[in-house]
């Protein structure tokens, strides 16, 4: 899949010629519902005819898709998939368990839309009494074996849970998907990784300039995918776009240390330093190459010439008088 929406490389099916990018706010009717999204498209230089990519379809198609499932409070395919890993049981276990049928769960995981009302139950079962409760509903579905580890996994859960609610809370501020975090998952452990990859990439990273890698990491991956990665919101302030929450999650993320450097003006500043390696494991492979085109783009940026490119962006442009959180739909006006 080509990585760049904006590619130059593109040439168009009808001529053979040059195409150019091409998107507008359209309105979209999914399940009787309007929507209102950026419809990303190319348009041939020579005849104006306007055509997608099987990409810029997923995009477009995703934009709904996300407002859809934060409008009716739906899980996305990440936090299902998420929930079966957390529980220990296989997807046709656990369709069984909740009443879908065999093969329902598996298909909701790979982004099939539920309905409102199966919605409901996967955001229910986030909690893990709520999914205790259907467990010991589900007779005949478990071995008493089986029963009893479930049951271990879920008190499991339940501690760890209790332990980084507050974390996540401080760190992400709002824990629900929507248009200023780019509908990504508010995972502790993306954002620790995503950090880890650029102060290995970078050998350490200054703030400043983790806070525009971080901008470019998710509105990147929101253009050319339709989701961000880290969870976080970002804030149009004086110096560029930064997380809502920036002090925090640099201080709060564990394995991520700060020390004070003396840059050769004479200027000191914050970097940020680890002693261990990013775990990418978790990471698609889309997203891994989002991360990597991000660091290629600024491998040779100061952090006062990353701050500066960030300056051009309509993003920070377009919100930076009122000092606003930034819509992700400024993901597709980025000039990388």
């Given at each position: 899949?080509?990585?760049?929406i904006?590619?130059?490389?593109?040439?168009?099916?009808?001529?053979?010629?040059?195409?150019?990018?091409?998107?507008?706010?359209?309105?979209?009717?999914?399940?009787?519902?309007?929507?209102?999204?950026?419809?990303?498209?190319?348009?041939?230089?020579?005849?104006?005819?306007?055509?997608?990519?099987?990409?810029?379809?997923?995009?477009?198609?995703?934009?709904?898709?996300?407002?859809?499932?934060?409008?009716?409070?739906?899980?996305?395919?990440?936090?299902?998939?998420?929930?079966?890993?957390?529980?220990?049981?296989?997807?046709?276990?656990?369709?069984?368990?909740?009443?879908?049928?065999?093969?329902?769960?598996?298909?909701?995981?790979?982004?099939?839309?539920?309905?409102?009302?199966?919605?409901?139950?996967?955001?229910?079962?986030?909690?893990?009494?709520?999914?205790?409760?259907?467990?010991?509903?589900?007779?005949?579905?478990?071995?008493?074996?089986?029963?009893?580890?479930?049951?271990?996994?879920?008190?499991?859960?339940?501690?760890?849970?209790?332990?980084?609610?507050?974390?996540?809370?401080?760190?992400?501020?709002?824990?629900?998907?929507?248009?200023?975090?780019?509908?990504?998952?508010?995972?502790?452990?993306?954002?620790?990784?995503?950090?880890?990859?650029?102060i290995?990439?970078?050998?350490?990273?200054?703030?400043?300039?983790m806070?525009?890698?971080?901008?470019?990491?998710?509105?990147?991956?929101?253009?050319?995918?339709?989701?961000?990665?880290?969870?976080?919101?970002f804030?149009?302030?004086?110096?560029?776009?930064?997380?809502?929450?920036?002090?925090?999650?640099?201080?709060?993320?564990?394995?991520?240390?700060?020390?004070?450097?003396?840059?050769k003006?004479?200027?000191?500043?914050s970097k940020?330093?680890?002693?261990?390696?990013?775990?990418?494991?978790?990471?698609?492979?889309?997203?891994?190459?989002?991360?990597?085109?991000?660091?290629?783009?600024?491998?040779?940026?100061?952090?006062?010439?990353?701050?500066?490119?960030?300056?051009?962006?309509?993003?920070?442009?377009?919100?930076?008088?009122?000092?606003?959180?930034?819509?992700?739909?400024?993901?597709?006006?980025?000039?990388?």
């Amino acid at each position: 899949m080509n990585s760049n929406i904006n590619s130059n490389s593109l040439k168009s099916p009808f001529t053979g010629g040059e195409v150019v990018f091409f998107s507008e706010q359209r309105k979209a009717v999914f399940r009787k519902e309007e929507f209102e999204y950026i419809h990303l498209a190319y348009q041939c230089v020579d005849t104006k005819e306007i055509f997608t990519t099987t990409q810029l379809d997923v995009v477009n198609t995703t934009q709904i898709y996300n407002q859809y499932r934060a409008e009716h409070n739906i899980p996305f395919p990440d936090e299902i998939r998420e929930l079966r890993t957390r529980y220990g049981l296989s997807a046709s276990k656990i369709s069984r368990i909740l009443g879908f049928g065999e093969n329902q769960y598996r298909l909701y995981e790979n982004g099939e839309m539920p309905s409102i009302a199966n919605g409901r139950v996967l955001r229910a079962i986030q909690f893990p009494d709520t999914f205790k409760t259907f467990v010991e509903e589900a007779d005949g579905e478990l071995e008493k074996s089986e029963m009893k580890r479930v049951k271990e996994q879920i008190r499991f859960c339940k501690e760890r849970e209790q332990n980084e609610t507050t974390i996540r809370q401080l760190i992400f501020g709002s824990l629900f998907r929507n248009q200023f975090n780019g509908y990504a998952l508010q995972s502790l452990s993306n954002l620790k990784n995503i950090l880890l990859f650029f102060i290995e990439k970078f050998n350490g990273v200054f703030v400043t300039q983790m806070n525009k890698l971080l901008f470019y990491t998710d509105f990147l991956a929101y253009r050319e995918y339709g989701q961000a990665i880290s969870g976080l919101s970002f804030r149009a302030i004086q110096f560029g776009p930064v997380p809502l929450r920036w002090d925090r999650v640099y201080s709060l993320v564990d394995d991520v240390e700060q020390i004070l450097v003396e840059s050769k003006n004479g200027n000191i500043g914050s970097k940020l330093i680890s002693r261990i390696s990013p775990d990418l494991s978790a990471f698609s492979e889309e997203q891994i190459e989002i991360l990597n085109k991000v660091y290629l783009s600024f491998r040779n940026d100061t952090p006062a010439s990353i701050s500066e490119k960030s300056h051009d962006e309509i993003a920070w442009i377009k919100n930076a008088k009122e000092h606003s959180l930034i819509d992700f739909k400024y993901a597709f006006s980025l000039r990388i």
